[in-house]
């Protein structure tokens, strides 16, 4: 099985928070660079399809000690996919979203999990989000049904709404937390500060901000 293979990185100074790389995975439109805004920027309104990938950065403060998290948020749509799985190599974390009113989403993220198996470093801390709980009435995914399928494959579980704002820090603090909890050698010496943008838009080629 290949998997990526992430060299061991010098420790950050004490007064440099750690870098933690995680990215956002799932099918087009399930709100993946939603929930990215909405914890960055605190904000939400109409964003095009994302092209390639998105990038993010946030220092999060996790009790006395705090962390940079470099948010990678990949193109949900198919045509992108090819490009989304270079973004995927050293990442410490990733969340795999779904639309909770969507039932291809939930069987889109069960195959994205297999395609993490296999590039992914086993490591790797994956927390199983269901997006748009605010369309609760529409929904065709339940709570229930997404709780199972995390616990089989030992995956943490939140429902959100990027809409109204319901559990998207806590999705992103609980990772930080975690993250911060495995130990020194998971995350990264610090490496400047990154650019924050969004690659938005159909004319906007297949990329990533560099750093
Ligand atoms: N009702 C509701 N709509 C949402 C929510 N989150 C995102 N949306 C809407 O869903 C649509 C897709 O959101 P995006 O954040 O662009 O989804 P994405 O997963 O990044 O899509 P791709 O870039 O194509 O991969 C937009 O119209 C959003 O406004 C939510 O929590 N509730």
Redo the contacts with the bound molecule.
Sequence with gaps: MAQAHRTPQPRAAPSQPRVFKLVLL??????????A?RYVKND???????VGCAFFTKVVDVGAASLKLEIW?????EKYHSVCHLYFRGANAALL?YDITRKDSFLKAQQWLKDLEEELHPEVLVMLVG?????SQEREVTFQEGKEFADSQKLLFME?????NHQVSEVFNTVAQELLQRGDEEGQAPRGDAAVALNKGPARQAKCCAH
């Excluded at 939400?44 to 994302?50: A, E, G, M, N, Y």
């Excluded at 997006?131 to 369309?135: A, G, I, Q």
């Design positions: 799932g099918s087009g439109s399930v709100g993946k660079s939603s929930l805004l939400f309104k109409s964003i095009l399809p994302t948020d990949t193109a949900g749509q979203v997006n748009k709980t605010d369309l959100t709404s990027a809409k109204l």
